[in-house]
């Protein structure tokens, strides 16, 4: 790759992207694309569309992972956050009847998935299908921007500012914890704590070998009987 070189004005932090985001990203380029997730979040009632949207773009001025992109730097993937004042998050609209909405909803999302990708730029995208009493927002993130823990806390801070844009408390950025895990990993109390907890125990003993160790050819099978009234009692 050519040489990097960010523009400051443009960046709140840049900083190495983890391990896990490193093969997030390159299974999101690959031509049948993987690790790009699109949630699809199903409203019933009035939806006001112009509320929704700026929900949509204060969570991403609160969360820095959803203004995050992602470039090659020698041999090492690099996250770039866009300052809030200089990123809107992408967000389209679509009109249709209620009972479409199901419909366009898939269709919009396999010609997402058709397009070309590029991780340089936030891969954060809204699209919202109005219909009347039934409608849908559709959420496209990586899987280097959110976890199973993280994701419940992106749909709770949207639904809090959809309802009440103030809120929601900007969060913490990958470098900030970063940053904080590292200052208290060098603190005297970590040491200590370490120290107390292995006193007493002993260096794990490694057994020199020559070769590899050859699998047990034959399998041993250990079986044992329960009594039907220790079972029913579960």
């Not at 559709?138 to 992106?154: F, G, I, K, N």
């Not at 913490?172 to 200052?183: E, H, I, K, N, Y």
């Not at 292995?198 to 070998?209: I, N, R």
């Given at each position: 790759s050519g040489r990097?070189?960010?523009?400051?004005?443009?960046?709140?932090?840049?900083?190495?992207?983890?391990?896990l985001?490193?093969?997030a990203v390159e299974a999101g380029s690959l031509q049948h694309r993987g690790d790009i997730s699109y949630f699809v979040i199903n409203l019933t009632g009035s939806t006001d569309r112009a509320k929704l949207e700026c929900a949509c773009s204060e969570l991403t001025s609160t969360h820095p992972i959803l203004r995050t992109g992602f470039e090659s730097?020698?041999?090492?993937?690099?996250?770039?956050?866009?300052?809030?004042?200089?990123?809107?998050?992408?967000?389209?609209r679509y009109r249709c009847p209620g009972w479409r909405v199901h419909e366009v909803v898939k269709g919009l999302i396999e010609r997402d998935q058709s397009r070309p990708v590029d991780f340089r730029k936030p891969i954060t995208k809204f699209i919202f299908v109005q219909g009347g009493k039934?409608?849908?927002?559709?959420?496209?993130?990586?899987?280097?921007?959110?976890?199973?823990?993280?994701?419940?806390?992106?749909?709770r801070d949207l639904g809090r500012l959809y309802d009440d844009s103030d809120s929601v408390e900007r969060q913490?950025?990958?470098?900030?914890?970063?940053?904080?895990?590292?200052?208290t990993a060098k603190t005297s109390n970590s040491a200590r704590?370490?120290?107390?907890?292995?006193?007493?125990?002993?260096?794990?003993?490694?057994?020199?070998?020559?070769s590899p160790t050859v699998p047990a050819k034959e399998s041993a099978t250990v079986s044992q009987k329960i009594p039907l009234s220790a079972v029913q009692k579960l």
């Open positions: 990097f070189d960010p523009d400051l004005d443009l960046f709140e932090h840049v900083i190495e992207a983890s391990s985001q490193t093969l730097r020698g041999q090492r993937l690099m996250q770039t956050v866009l300052r809030p004042q200089t990123y809107s998050p992408t967000c389209r039934v409608s849908s927002l559709v959420m496209r993130l990586s899987r280097a921007q959110y976890s199973e823990a993280t994701l419940p806390l992106l749909l913490p950025g990958f470098r900030d914890v970063v940053r904080a895990a590292s200052s704590y370490w120290r107390n907890l292995l006193e007493g125990s002993a260096m794990t003993h490694v057994v020199p070998q020559s």
